[in-house]
């Protein structure tokens, strides 16, 4: 005599019931599931299709006994997921996707999708209204997004392989293409591009490549040892984003008393110190190499921040501002 509990409308506990019939050899069929769990047959369908496709089940039908069974022995996974780390997950998946070059969003969703069937009536996420709740205003990579998708995808499994890459790369400011060997370290996403961090043979040093400008890349075959004292950490620490110079130099930046309310609030760099002027500006200090970008954030706060410091840094921006002038003079 059946003394189960029928398992409810949750499709976790459905599936488990029919798992547990099954591994008992009982040899279920869909019209005494349905039937006993008080749902549609096609309901018990699709769950019979997740026991199979989802969760590897090895389920057959015998046409003899009329029912399901297993060819050999089976167990569900079982997972423990707090309704918060449910929800973490739909939302990582979000994030992903806006990435859109990589194949990490469709895997997880698809991972998502096989974790979610299997949470308990405890449980209950409405996956459809998720967005609805948090979204992300991701910037699209920079680039062209078939041959940005083919050139990451690439550069992915070689440094999981650990193998040297040659590569035909464009670089912008100098207008040129050369070719060059590259044994890569580290893919990242900064800012709306996506960027390639290696020991470049030609320079015989670390560079950092923008995926978005490289034309070709092909795996030469010849894998290389990670160097030991590598560090990410280390080699972006005096970057102010991702652009690499040389030694780093001082910079001083003054902001007036209105942008000085906003950047108190903000960590820019390790190295930040914040210098309090009796006119309610401040001072903000860093230790930067690269200042290309550094330019171009100061240029962006317009006539509230000033560079103090370095004074070359301080005489390109003004020239800058010297052509932005000659170029509204013009109207």
Same mark, same amino acid.
Request: negative net charge; proline residues 4%.
């Given at each position: 005599?059946?003394?189960?509990?029928?398992?409810?409308?949750?499709?976790?506990?459905?599936?488990?019931?029919?798992?547990?019939?099954?591994?008992?050899?009982?040899?279920?069929?869909?019209?005494?599931?349905?039937?006993?769990?008080?749902?549609?047959?096609?309901?018990?369908?699709?769950?019979?299709?997740?026991?199979?496709?989802?969760?590897?089940?090895?389920?057959?039908?015998?046409?003899?006994?009329?029912?399901?069974?297993?060819?050999?022995?089976?167990?569900?996974?079982?997972?423990?997921?707090?309704?918060?780390?449910?929800?973490?997950?739909?939302?990582?998946?979000? !994030?992903?996707?806006?990435?859109?070059?990589?194949?990490?969003?469709?895997?997880?969703?698809?991972?998502?999708?096989?974790?979610?069937?299997?949470?308990?009536?405890?449980?209950?996420?409405? !996956?459809?209204?998720?967005?609805?709740?948090?979204?992300?205003?991701?910037?699209?990579?920079?680039?062209?997004?078939?041959?940005?998708?083919?050139?990451?995808?690439?550069?992915?499994?070689?440094?999981?392989?650990?193998?040297?890459?040659?590569?035909?790369?464009?670089?912008?400011?100098?207008? $040129?293409?050369?070719?060059?060997?590259?044994?890569?370290?580290?893919?990242?996403?900064?800012?709306?591009?996506?960027?390639?961090?290696?020991? *470049?043979?030609?320079?015989? *040093?670390?560079?950092?490549?923008?995926?978005?400008?490289?034309?070709?890349?092909?795996?030469?075959?010849?894998?290389?040892?990670?160097?030991?004292?590598?560090?990410?950490?280390?080699?972006?620490?005096?970057?102010?984003?991702?652009?690499?110079?040389?030694?780093?130099?001082?910079?001083?930046?003054?902001?007036?008393?209105?942008?000085?309310?906003?950047?108190?609030?903000?960590?820019?760099?390790?190295?930040?110190?914040?210098?309090?002027?009796?006119?309610?500006?401040?001072?903000?200090?860093?230790?930067?190499?690269?200042?290309?970008?550094?330019?171009?954030?100061?240029?962006?706060?317009?006539?509230?921040?000033?560079?103090?410091?370095?004074?070359?840094?301080?005489? $390109?921006?003004?020239?800058?501002? $010297?052509? *932005?002038?000659?170029?509204?003079?013009?109207?």
């Amino acid at each position: 005599m059946e003394t189960a509990k029928p398992p409810g409308r949750n499709a976790y506990a459905r599936i488990t019931h029919i798992h547990r019939l099954i591994s008992a050899k009982r040899y279920p069929n869909v019209p005494y599931l349905a039937e006993r769990i008080e749902v549609s047959r096609r309901t018990i369908e699709r769950d019979i299709e997740k026991l199979r496709d989802f969760f590897g089940a090895p389920i057959e039908y015998d046409h003899y006994k009329k029912g399901y069974y297993y060819l050999e022995p089976f167990e569900l996974p079982h997972v423990k997921l707090t309704e918060g780390e449910a929800l973490a997950l739909v939302f990582s998946q979000q !994030l992903f996707s806006q990435y859109k070059v990589t194949s990490f969003d469709s895997q997880l969703k698809t991972a998502i999708d096989k974790l979610y069937g299997m949470l308990p009536d405890t449980i209950s996420l409405d !996956l459809n209204s998720v967005s609805e709740l948090i979204s992300f205003d991701v910037k699209r990579p920079r680039g062209e997004e078939d041959r940005l998708s083919n050139t990451y995808e690439k550069l992915l499994q070689v440094i999981s392989k650990r193998t040297t890459v040659t590569i035909e790369y464009y670089t912008a400011y100098r207008d $040129e293409t050369t070719v060059r060997n590259v044994d890569p370290y580290h893919l990242r996403y900064h800012h709306g591009a996506w960027y390639l961090i290696g020991y *470049c043979h030609n320079r015989d *040093c670390v560079r950092v490549f923008a995926i978005d400008r490289i034309i070709s890349c092909n795996d030469t075959g010849y894998t290389f040892d990670l160097p030991k004292d590598f560090s990410l950490e280390a080699f972006l620490q005096h970057s102010f984003g991702i652009e690499i110079g040389s030694e780093p130099v001082e910079v001083k930046v003054r902001f007036d008393s209105y942008q000085a309310r906003f950047m108190r609030e903000m960590l820019l760099h390790p190295s930040q110190e914040i210098e309090e002027l009796d006119d309610e500006g401040i001072i903000i200090k860093m230790k930067i190499g690269g200042l290309g970008e550094v330019k171009r954030w100061v240029l962006s706060f317009g006539h509230h921040a000033e560079v103090l410091e370095p004074q070359s840094l301080r005489k $390109e921006i003004r020239e800058e501002l $010297e052509a *932005c002038q000659k170029q509204y003079e013009k109207l």
